[in-house]
Structures are given as C-alpha cells and as structure tokens.
DNA sequence: TCTGGGGTCCTAGGACCC
DNA sequence: TCTGGGGTCCTAGGACCC
C-alpha cells in the first residue's frame, strides 16, 4: 500500500504559519510578477476565486472582500517544506518527495494503515504546523484519488484509505474524470465524448482503446486505477536532464541592451544551480518572446540552440554564449515579455572532456565562481555579486509588491514575538 | 498597465545510415 | 514501369503535473 501525504494550500498555509492574524481571512498567494492567483485558502475558494486566475482582473474584488494576498515567497515555502519532509521520513523508509508540497510514502507490511496515517496527519499539524491530508491505497493514482476523496467529502477527517472493492467502487464513482491524477482538459474531454464521466467509468473502458487514443501513459493510468500498481516509487530523484530559467519582466521591453541584462542575469541563475548539482551544460538553448495576450502587438517567438565548445557551468562562459545566442533572435521593433535560458546536456562536472589548451582558464574560472557562489550564498541568494552586464535590474525585474518575510532564512527578518505588556 | 515558472514523458516525422 | 526496409537519432509538439 502506498501513501499520499498533501498539505493542505500549501503557500497559503506557509503565509498564515508566520502571520496568525490572516488565520481566518481569505488567503491567496500570487505567482512570480504577481501575475496571477497559484495558491488559495478555502476561504478564497469560497469566495470563488479560481487557481490560477489573473490578479489584475479580480483586484477590487479581493479588496472588498479583505482577502490577504501576497507574492510568492518561495524561499519561506521551501524551508517550510523541509520541515514537513523531515518529519515525514520518520515514518517510511521508502519515501518519494514528489513535489514541494506532497510525498509518497511506501506502506507496505505495515498495519492500521488509518491509525498510521492519523497520526502523521495529526503530527505534522503540532509540530509544523501545516495542515494535510492522506490517502493510503494499492497504487499512487489510487492514493492521490483517496486523497482528493477525503478533502471533498470528509475534510474534517483528512484521512482515507482505500483498503476493500467496496471503499475503492465508492471513490471511484464519486470522482469526475477530470480529478483523476494524469487527467487535463484534453483527455477529460475525450472521456466525457465517449460516456466516461468518472473514474469508475474509465477504470472499465478497454486497454485497447486506452493504448489508441491515450498513449501508453494512459494505458498506465487505467491499470493503476484497477489497483494494479504500475507507476513505481522513486526515492532518488533522477539526474536532471536539463535545466531552466525564464521570467516574464515586470513591464514590456523593447530595448536590446535591457534584454541583454535579464538573460545574463537568468543565465547566472541557471550556472549557480548547475554549480549546486555538480553539473555542466554541453548546449544552451535561448528563447525569447512577445505577449500573447496582446492581440494589438505584432508577434515574434524564436529560440535558439547554442553547442558549447566544452561543456561548462562557468557563469561568465555561459553568459558569453547567451549573448551570442540572443544576438541571433533579436529582432528590434517588438514589445518583448520573456525572454529565457535552458542548459541541457547536462553531465557531471568531474566527466567534461576538457579542452587541452585551456585548462588554467578552466581552474581560474572555477574559483572565481566559487567564491562568487559562497558570498551569494551568505546573502540567502540575493545574487550581490553579479557580472557587469546583469546590470541591476531597474528596468526588468519582477514586481514582488506584497512579499512577506523570510521568516526562516533570514536572520533580520525571523519573526519577532512580543511578550507582556501591550 | 496588468495573465507564472519549472519540469516530465510520449509520439510522430524527418534525416541519415547501411 | 519500376523506385526497399529497418534502425537510430533528433526535433517539434502535445499532454500532463505542481
């Protein structure tokens, strides 16, 4: 058997952890440039505020109904996160962390699977102080349903397990295809178009039809909901096969040079993680592009790949080759939104096939990047340090205009609590 | 004026090779 | 009038997840 653990709103609830005052207002987090609406409490769900809704669109709404919103804080999210993983691995030896806010917990050969799951429930509420819930059942599709299946039906409990043909046939039926887990839009309009409206309905269409009209990854789907456990537990997260970094900017860009500074600055981003991981990028690909909401603007997307002569996670090479990537798709006489940088090829760092004529570079480059990571890194990843060419983001950067604190990384910034008098 | 970012996996089709 | 077939690699695009 196989847990699911969920916390509750997550980013909504990390909010609330550090700020008991918003504990009974509607709560929403907003997304990178405050953009839109990525994380809501049940109070702003009530007040049908949807995921991922644009905030520009609802504002005087949410100021009428004094909802509490902020920007997104993600370095408050992940230490809040660890907390929760940790406490978690105390009870699983096999453990999949599967994304910021779930885990997969592996139960098998253990017994009152309700109790045990109670009690993670009830742990991880005392101790971090964010509320989940858990479905236990034979597969992951399974669980992640039972899970959804406790919060809509018994939200006060938190906790289901799906331990007989009777409790599976009833979760089964209450959920509508699309809440199945590996479910969008296109394949839920699919079901409905062919009569399936639950998951009970899909769990007995044939795998033949199935393997047609949804690929193998469907074919998956089907078996896992029969209890056939088909979607294995990963404790290692696999080696990245590449990585990314793209922000839209805080308002439309028209200027090459202002563009110049934002792709270096991501470009420095993505070497600084590519230094954590111990990888190097052997091609880089650079994209760049208009606002698509904006019918009234000409459009222009392009990208680029560019080959690195040697595979490399030197910020200062990687900025080199950006910039002659960029030059390459820059085309003046457009309002540009985005632009981004992939590394990809990844290889580990003590595998490179050097280059024979410039290894002392190499070696001088990689002290400057470490002392440049390791003063970065004092300032909780502010990127103090930068190359010239970022500049210093005036006219790019995001809008972050309701950020709380770090209450958890930040020295300056841990909560404060006053006690006594008033 | 304002609509996120970072990933994964799968498939189809083209290029190329023998 | 005829005009192979199979394997591999790459890319673009689609679908999904949180």
Redesign the pocket.
Known sequence: MIAIV?CNN?YASCERLFNPRIKTRPVVV???????V?ARSEEAKALGIK???????I?DMLEKNNVAVYS?NYTLYGSVSNRVMSTLSRYSPNMEI?????AFLDFSGMKDLFGLAADIKRTIEQEVGIPVSVGVAPSKTLA?LANRFTKKHFRDIGVHVLDSPEKTIAALAATPVED???????????LHKHNMHTALDFSRASDDWV?KEM???GL?MLHELRGIPSIELQEEP????????????G??LTDKNDIREALAS?MA?CGE?LRRQKSCAKLITIFLHT?N??TQDKQYYR?I?VQLPTATNSTKELIHYAMLGLDRIFKPGF?F??V?V?AQDLVPEDQVQQNLFSEADLERDARLMKALDNINQHFSNKQLVRFAIQGNGTKWK?RQEKLSACFTTRVPEILKAKVGHV
């Open positions: 969920d997550f907003l997304s990178n440039n405050d953009g839109c990525v995921m991922g809704e644009a905030a520009f669109a504002e997104s599967y994304s910021i806010d779930e992640k199945i887990w590996g479910v969008g839009a296109q394949y839920a309009a699919l393997r690929s193998v990854v998956r696999p080696p990245k096969k590449g990585m990314g970094v793209s922000r839209s900017f308002k439309l991501y981003i993680r606002n909401f904006r990208s790949n309002n939104k985005k981004g992939l995001l």
